[in-house]
Structure formats: C-alpha cells, structure tokens
C-alpha cells in the first residue's frame, strides 16, 4: 500500500514538473488586446494566489476545519499548503485530530463562472481520543486525492465543493475514508 502511495505522489508531481516548463501561450481566457488587435498577457494569472477556509467531513473523518494558502505557478497548476483540526468522537468520547500537508492540484474552465479542479494532499496527521476507559492514539502519514467544482461568487472570492478519498495507512479508524470538503477562496492578485 506504502509503495503504491508513492508511487502515485511520484508520477503526480512529475507530470506536474513537466507541465510547468512549457511555456504558456495566450489564450481567450489569460490574454486582452489592446486597440491594435495585439494580444496582451493578463498578468494576474502568473500573480495569482488563493487563501481560503476548509471544511471537511467523511463517513468516519472528524468534522475538520482550517485554512489554506496556494499559489499557482502557471496558469492553471497550482501549489501550496494547509493545515485543519477537528474533534473525534460522540457523545461519550473527547479527543481532538489535526493535520497538515501540502496539496498541488490543475484547474480548467466548464463554463464561463464555473472551474472544475483535481489535486493531491499529502502531509501528516495525528490525533488522541478518550472514551473515559481507553485512550487511542492515531497518527501517521496521509494522501489524499480530491476533485471539485469551483463557483465564482464575487469578483475575488470563490466557492468550492469537492470529493475526496482520505487515505492514511497507519489508521485503522480514518484510513480509506471518502469526504467531502467545501471552501472558500479569496484571490490575491
């Protein structure tokens, strides 16, 4: 299982490399012309970052919160990082979890105020729960691929809904997870 993690990380990051040292062109979307007819870059697609906050929930996943911070390297593939905390248990258990990571992920135009975009989280995560007789430590390394929908809901601020599938090997409670996340981004240009 380890081995095959890797070995999605490894060919993800790769075709990523690869895509950030071809040049971009411009087109309808990135680029203006000016009254001569000449394209012009939009510069904010090479300045662009986006911060936002993160909720997340799955079948067996604490409900998390946090925030998160990226930066796109092209025009489409960006790069960044998180980190989120959550409460486990019910009614009769306590016992907090967090995580961090990295996430990179591409995004593409659907429509004209709609963005569809795909990714990969990696990072560690750990949490103790107590039930009032046993105490359980969860901890390890976790991936976790996402895809979702990206919704323009001001000039500057969007929202997104996604889906993901929370894998970290070293958990028998939160391995294997699917989840659903909502966000929303506030472009800094």
Request: aromatic fraction near 16%.
């Amino acid at each position: 299982m380890k081995n095959i993690i890797i070995l999605i990380i490894s060919i993800f990051f790769s075709v990523q490399v690869s895509a950030q040292t071809q040049e971009v062109l411009p087109t309808d979307e990135t680029s203006k012309t000016n009254l001569a007819g000449e394209y012009v870059y939009a510069d904010s697609y090479f300045k662009k970052s986006k911060t936002g906050v993160i909720l997340k929930n799955g079948l067996m996943l604490p409900f998390f919160y946090g925030w998160r911070f990226v930066v796109y390297n092209t025009e489409k593939f960006f790069i960044g990082g998180y980190g989120m905390t959550g409460q486990t248990g019910g009614p009769t258990e306590t016992g907090t979890m967090s995580l961090g990571g990295m996430t990179a992920g591409y995004d593409f135009v659907i429509f004209d105020d709609i963005y569809m975009d795909w990714g990969l989280s990696a990072g560690g995560a750990g949490g103790k729960s107590y039930d009032g007789t046993i105490v359980t430590d969860e901890g390890g390394v976790f991936v976790e691929p996402w895809m979702g929908f990206n919704h323009k809901i001001g000039e500057n601020t969007d929202f997104n809904y996604s889906f993901s599938f929370f894998m970290m090997p070293n958990s028998a409670a939160y391995n294997n997870n699917p989840a659903f996340n909502m966000r929303i981004d506030f472009i800094i240009n």
